[in-house]
């Protein structure tokens, strides 16, 4: 028989892994960090409820680290079959572990010499460089669309999601002496407002659909009202004086910001002369985006003319900033200038020194183009706490203007999941919603209830027969 258990991203956003069980191969589909409050992530430091070196395969969806970033960590504790992903997504993956391992590496050895004071036990971290070397020479790249056998009963295809470079739908086709059963796993769908990259492929046929649903309780605003709230902002920083500070993601939020910013320099409301891009992950991340123009879908000769020229080509006046003297240089600009910085939920990274910086300015703006999970800063910051936030040891209060701009957000919202999950044909798929927390998962299942659909909302650790 075969089955699959919810093992994260169920009941919340992040942690995205699900375990596929055929008579003869067992199968991870993602294998992501838990991230948000300090509770959450301490679920990365458990061990696996399965034996990672009973695992045949992992089926990465994309290389965002709440999809892959315990990878390491899964080959560091015995796991040595293949990871199959797509062409994009094999450099990709590369950058973002590489760089999650460097930062556990130094975040271990600063609680650690903090330990040792206290005479306390030492920590290691979740995986080492090391590590990620291991399970970076199990990567199996395979190109969209093509339908691959990776063991004799079961065959996998990728399809574009349309989030971030790379991402896909995972189809599964699990074959036994009987039947065929199609398992369609959404991965993170994009949002087709999305400025570079294709809108998710519709697929029509599927046994059981896991389906995001990260925004399933909201729609996001129309575009042009988002960027136009988007000039706004930037001609109100300008007049005030103030900088804007930008939390991004690297891969996906970093490239669609830096061509919405050259598209309204072109059309003359770009009154900052100052771009500073300060993530060396994000810079990295840029460049590969450049190597992969074939995989965009950008109606805009301008920039495909432009573009080849690279990012700063697109968007005179941005300025990388990649070693720490350069970012504590930014740290320095009291006004004038637009900042994108990491992490894109404020919980790590170069951005909590920017915040630190100008959160309590009066004249400064912090715009939030992505999703923020519960326990972060970034979170905390958009449900309007004004006082006594910690950041980096210091306690900050807000006096600067926040902007939630949710239509550039790399997710679909509640309108664009229910469209693509209805080309599927009857009889309609078994669904379960994942990827989401509790508020919006029951209001997508409340939305599908309406069609006649019966979405299902599964536990953590819940074993459902395919």
């Not at 003297?325 to 006004?335: F, K, L, T």
């Not at 100008?358 to 992505?370: D, T």
């Not at 679909?412 to 919603?433: E, M, N, V």
Request: charged share 20%; proline share 5%; glycine share 8%.
């Amino acid at each position: 028989m075969t089955s699959l258990t919810f093992l994260g991203a169920t009941g919340q956003v992040t942690g995205s892994c699900y375990l596929l069980e055929t008579d003869s191969s067992r199968i991870l589909l993602d294998c992501g960090l838990f991230q948000g409050s300090r509770e959450t992530e301490k679920q990365n430091e458990a061990d696996f409820p399965f034996d990672p070196a009973g695992i045949d395969a992992v089926v990465l969806s994309h290389a965002h680290l709440d999809h892959c970033g315990r990878l390491p960590k899964l080959a560091k504790d015995g796991f040595k079959g293949p990871v199959f992903l797509t062409e994009a997504s094999f450099p990709l993956l590369e950058l973002m572990l590489m760089d999650a391992a460097h930062l556990q590496l130094r975040d271990t050895e600063w609680e650690n010499k903090r330990r040792e004071r206290a005479g306390k036990p030492l920590l290691e971290p979740l995986y080492t460089e090391a590590d990620v070397k291991t399970l970076l020479a199990l990567r199996r790249p395979i190109a969209y669309g093509v339908e691959t056998n990776i063991f004799p009963e079961l065959s996998v295809s990728f399809h574009e999601a349309g989030h971030i470079l790379g991402s896909s739908i995972v189809r599964l086709r699990i074959h036994d002496t009987d039947n065929t059963k199609t398992l369609v796993f959404s991965g993170d769908l994009g949002n087709p407002n999305s400025p570079l990259l294709r809108d998710p492929t519709v697929l029509t046929e599927a046994d059981v659909l896991l389906l995001e649903s990260t925004y399933g309780d909201r729609d996001h605003k129309p575009l042009e009202n988002t960027l136009d709230e988007l000039r706004e902002t930037l001609a109100e920083a300008a007049k005030s004086g103030g900088n804007v500070i930008i939390p991004a993601f690297a891969v996906g939020r970093t490239q669609d910001l830096i061509y919405w910013l050259g598209k309204i320099q072109r059309q003359g409301g770009l009154p900052q002369q100052q771009i500073y891009l300060d993530s060396p992950m994000a810079i990295s991340a840029s460049n590969i985006y450049a190597e992969n123009v074939h995989l965009f879908n950008v109606d805009d000769p301008e920039f495909t003319q432009i573009a080849p020229g690279g990012w700063q080509a697109w968007l005179p006046g941005l300025i990388y900033s990649q070693t720490a003297e350069e970012s504590m240089a930014v740290n320095r600009i009291a006004g004038g200038a637009i900042i994108i910085a990491g992490s894109g939920m404020c919980n790590g990274g170069r951005i909590r020194h920017h915040l630190k910086y100008n959160l309590w300015r009066r004249n400064a703006h912090i715009v939030i183009a992505g999703f923020q999970a519960e326990g972060t800063l970034g979170r905390a910051i958009v449900d309007g706490k004004k006082s006594h936030l910690k950041i980096l040891g210091a306690e900050v209060n807000v006096a600067a203007k926040v902007h939630t701009l949710g239509a550039l957000s790399a997710h679909a919202d509640q309108s664009q999941l229910l469209q693509w999950a209805g080309h599927f044909k009857d009889p309609k798929p078994r669904l379960y919603l994942i990827h989401g927390e509790k508020s919006a998962t029951l209001s997508l299942q409340t939305c599908f209830k309406r069609t006649g659909w019966n979405a299902n909302i599964p536990r953590v650790g819940e074993r459902v027969a395919i």
